[in-house]
């Protein structure tokens, strides 16, 4: 199952929530367990083999940091 990103119209926050993609109405809310949560569009990255940004090594190796997986810009 995919993880798609949530925002909740009761809490005002943003969630990333695995459901399948047919089925996520009646979802709830992560953080106040409200069903009023709509999908955001989710832009996702393609890989062309050079990078501007420096790649994350995470701690000790192996999966980086959650601001890489999520292709939002941050610094390290």
């Given amino acids: 199952m995919p993880i798609y990103e949530f925002h ?3 809490c005002d926050k943003d969630s990333e929530i695995l459901v399948r ?3 996520w109405k009646g979802t709830k809310c992560p ?7 709509t999908k955001k569009f989710s832009v996702f990255a393609s890989s062309t083999g050079a990078s501007d940004a420096p790649a994350c090594e995470g701690n000790g ?3 980086g940091c ?3 997986a999520s292709g939002r810009p941050h610094r390290h």
């Fill in 66 to 68: 959650c601001a890489c």
């Fill in 61 to 63: 190796g192996g999966g």
């Fill in 31 to 37: 953080h106040c367990g409200s069903t009023r949560i």
């Fill in 21 to 23: 993609s047919s089925d």
């Fill in 8 to 10: 909740c119209g009761k």
